[in-house]
């Protein structure tokens, strides 16, 4: 059960954040919101006209000016359930002065599609490992869904899962709205996973894209894409799924079809000669793939799933191989 006066904290200032704070808004359950981001130009202009300058400048936001602040630790005791959004490589820098007591009888929700470098764990195996949050007390809101399609109200569809899935299903109940439907899930390794490798497979797609291969190449790309996916989150987490549903598959597809996306795009860029930092430079959002891909490397190390996309995005990224030549490569090995 989530305390009684629903107090939510979203901690992250980016795209995904804004979107979380409009769909918590507008839904009708009472609740109170409270947002940390880090930067106090940002958050002092939210609080006198009500619209974040930097990401999604159109959605209204509807958070009492006392409750946004850049001190998340001020913010944290009154909060009941945590909501993280702040990119991967980001987390543990913005938890810097948050101690495991601080999480005690809380409710934490990532929505976070990235791995913690270093520590090369998903989410919830990171706040369970260094803040001792139980999986029940964790849950995850995945699915295919930008950002920029929940500020246009866009219909879509947020899967949510936690080793608990009454808690889910009370957690959905105050994020759906007239254009968000809602899904429970128990698979909260699967979908985590799902969601870090689909970022990899989006840049695969704006590579092969960037370096002039067409739909007809990219069709067969994905359609290898969910296979290596299922591959690897039956390694890591063997249960019985189905790979077909939203949160796996409709989130590989709309990540790597989309202009919205960030990790297709970076890839795109990537592929046309760019360097990942005149990239990272150009593109003023973060492509969690980037990162991802390096841990990814590093956990599979363990299991050593056949991963030949991966490998490739892997290989231009950190190794600086050709793409054009590593494309090449990989093209000879999918069916
Ligand atoms: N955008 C989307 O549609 C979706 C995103 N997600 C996930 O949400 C998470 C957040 O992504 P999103 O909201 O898109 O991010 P954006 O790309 O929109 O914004 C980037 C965010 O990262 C912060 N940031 C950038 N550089 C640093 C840094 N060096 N140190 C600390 N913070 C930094 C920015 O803060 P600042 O503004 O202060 O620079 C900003 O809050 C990711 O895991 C993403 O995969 C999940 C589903 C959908
Ligand atoms: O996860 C997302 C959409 O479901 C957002 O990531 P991209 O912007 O790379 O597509």
Not at 170 to 195: C, H, K, P, Q
Not at 275 to 301: D, F, S
Not at 308 to 318: D, G, H, K
Request: charged share 20%; glycine share 6%.
């Amino acid at each position: 059960m989530i305390g009684e006066k629903n107090r939510i904290l979203v901690v992250g200032g980016g795209s995904w954040a804004t979107a979380n704070i409009k769909m918590l808004t507008d839904n009708p359950v009472e609740k109170e919101i409270s947002w940390w981001m880090r930067s106090e130009q940002a958050a002092e202009h939210i609080r006198q006209f009500g619209h974040n300058p930097n990401y999604l400048s159109s959605v209204e936001i509807r958070v009492p000016a006392k409750n946004i602040s850049t001190n998340l630790k001020s913010l944290f005791g009154k909060a009941d359930i945590v909501l993280l959004n702040v990119p991967a490589a980001f987390l543990k820098e913005a938890l810097t002065d948050i101690k495991p007591e601080d999480f005690k009888g809380k409710k934490v929700v990532s929505a976070i599609k990235g791995i913690v470098p270093d520590e090369n764990m998903i989410i919830a195996e990171f706040i369970n490992q260094r803040y001792g949050v139980s999986f029940d007390d964790f849950m995850v809101i995945s699915g295919p869904c930008h950002a920029e399609e929940v500020a246009l109200e866009k219909l879509s569809y947020l899967t949510i899962a936690s080793g608990d899935t009454e808690l889910a299903a009370e957690f959905a109940g105050m994020l759906s709205t007239r254009y968000i439907n809602t899904i429970v899930s128990d698979d909260i390794w699967g979908t985590e996973y799902a969601a870090v490798l689909k970022n990899v497979y989006a840049m695969a797609s704006g590579i092969c894209h960037g370096v002039g291969y067409g739909d007809n190449f990219q069709s067969v790309l994905i359609s290898n894409a969910i296979r290596e996916l299922e591959r690897f989150v039956a390694a890591v987490h063997p249960i019985d799924r189905d790979i077909k549903e939203s949160a796996y598959l409709g989130d590989l597809l709309v990540t790597a079809y989309s202009n919205f996306s960030r990790n297709r795009t970076f890839g795109n860029m990537i592929g046309k000669g760019y360097t990942v930092t005149a990239a990272q430079l150009e593109m003023n959002m973060v492509a969690e793939g980037y990162y991802a891909v390096n841990c990814l490397h590093e956990v599979n190390k363990q299991y050593k799933v056949p991963m030949p996309i991966c490998s490739a995005v892997y290989a231009i990224l950190y190794e600086k191989r050709s793409p054009v030549l590593e494309m090449k490569h990989l093209a000879g090995q999918l069916s």
